[in-house]
């Protein structure tokens, strides 16, 4: 309950700092009421506005509707209950329309419209929002010419592995490959959509895929601030890039994308011990084994 | 035939919510429910109908062409019998003398006053502006979401859930069932199969754009609710109502960055196009289509065993109302006391 209670309070203090529009809704709420603007109907829609808003503010009846919307969708969704656009909207319009009687001619009219404009747009982030928006054309045009040309040397993609990149962009290009592990390993939020875990060993491969793309070289440490989801392999540990190909192996992977940066000793070093050898396709190396399915 | 079907989704939408609201309040149809509502209605019935179709077909362990199968039967039987309602209850009203629907009057758009025309071609050239973002973008909001790998898997394997989405494998323990029964990428995969077009123009920039189109019908409908008798100030509101889903696109979880950027995903249907409909369904007093709603969010959000956010607006509205009243009542009969 107490963590439910934090994370009420960490929602409303995130959802301000993304953007003011909450301190607007607060305001244009403010106004209404001390001007007493609004017809019946839209007292209806401001009086249960502000009450809900409240209710999503408050901690506690925040933890309430966090509670019935079953704890799997996160803080932000609650404000669903808060007809703030209309709110925003409808009330900006009374708000406005009060100034505009108050104003003094036409040009008072105009500046106190383009000031309400400011107003307005400045609460948001003006096309720099905080949550990270993806822009995936290029990765995606770049991960979709890998896997066709991967698909054409090999006669077919089966289980793949693959820095994050691809990863996180295979499966929505191609319906046909397999995944060693999918978005989910590093976008926590994703396992609410299976009971499906993973296993230590796939993390571990995860960790080494990311760490050998920085690092470049087969055996990689493994640092104290490894951002992983579950339990991080043991920092100050090594993880050796020949049992963690193994590992993917015998865990069913047919074809391994390694990171182009990977130095020749290594490549050498893998084409020995798999007997296979490496093909540059774009900036990674293609391990191609035998299909197991 | 991506276009067609794009074309045709209003044109249908509107035919069944208007048999819907003829059905529903047929007195009053003509006069107090207007194009808006009656596509908003339509689109609504369209996620129910899915609904229906994708249970009959994944509750049985059909594959997704069944669905789709199921789907076009649907569709096709529900613009019949709305053609039948429609003729049917025209012919009632005309016998009983209902009052008529009023036509569409030329003088009274010749009538518009410049301010007006300014504000309405503001609020259009930002709802243009909107569009092509969607169309033409090239960024989406991934972090919470797999529903173009859904989509992918589908068409893929012709079965619903057989792999896991997000690896292709099988799944071992499951997907959570509330989750299952959530009709949205079943109703992609069925524009995707049947426009044959590519999986990702459907999810994430085609179905986006009737996601905004269906926001903004809503939201006229709430304008006419909030401003009934002032048209400057309902096209005041529908341009400040472009301008906050430009600000919202800041904040996940803002109406505007649904729309802007995953309008296909359920909670951003469920913000931006039915609870502005819901709000103005309680605002007119008009609860006989709330249920309607309810249940239209209960295909696409699971929350508390369909409960949504609908309903708990909806209630808390009418207890708010309910409260409004009595204390009026109070107000009046002390007044009587004291006269």
Known sequence: MLELLRNAWKGWLDATDAGKLGALLLL??????????????????????????????????????????????????????????AVLACGGTLVLERLWEKADGKWARIAITGMALAVLLLCGKLGNPKWTVQDVSTEREEVADVLKQVGEVTGGIGCLWAPKEVMSQARSLDGSIRLLYGRNMWQEHLNAFSYDDYSQDQRDLYAWMS????????????????????????????????????????????QILLPGILTEDSLAEVESTFSVSPQKIGRYWLLSFERKD | MLALVFVAFLPLAWFLGNALITVVDAKRSAREWHLEDRVVAGILVLIGLAEGAYLAAMTRGQSVSAFTKYYGSLLIAAGIASCLVTLAFAWIGKKRGWPGRQGLNLDSIKKFERK????????????????????????????????LETVVSFLQTDRFYEVNPLTGQPFEQGMPMRLKILCLPALLTFLAKITQADPRLVTWHVFPVITLLGAYLAYVSLARSLFPEKRFHRCLFLLAVALLVFVGDCAYGAEGFGL?????????????????????????????LVPLVILAEACIVWTLYGLGMSALASVTFLAYLGLKNMLQRRKEGQQCLNS
């Open chain 2, 116 to 147: 007006e025309w300014v504000v309405i071609i503001l609020f259009l050239i930002a709802v243009m502006a909107q569009t092509f973002m969607i169309l033409f973008r090239t960024s989406v909001f991934l972090e919470y979401d797999e529903t």
């Open chain 1, 28 to 85: 244009v709420l403010m106004l209404v009421w001390l001007w007493k603007l609004g017809s019946e109907k839209q007292k209806d829609l401001f009086r249960y506005g502000a009450v809900m808003t409240a209710v999503c503010i408050c901690p506690v009846s925040a933890v309430l509707l966090m509670l019935y919307q079953t704890k799997f969708y996160d803080y932000e969704w609650i404000w669903t209950a808060v007809p703030a656009m």
């Open chain 1, 211 to 254: 760490l050998a793309g920085a690092y470049g070289t087969l055996n990689v440490p493994v640092p104290a601030d490894l951002d992983v989801v579950g339990e991080a392999p043991e920092a100050g540990g090594t993880l050796e890039g020949i049992s963690c190909i193994q590992k993917a192996l015998d865990l069913g992977v047919d």
């Open chain 2, 260 to 288: 802007l950027h995953g309008g296909f995903q359920g909670t951003a249907i469920r913000g931006a196009v039915m609870m502005p409909w819901v709000f103005g369904l309680c605002i007119r007093r008009k609860w006989r």
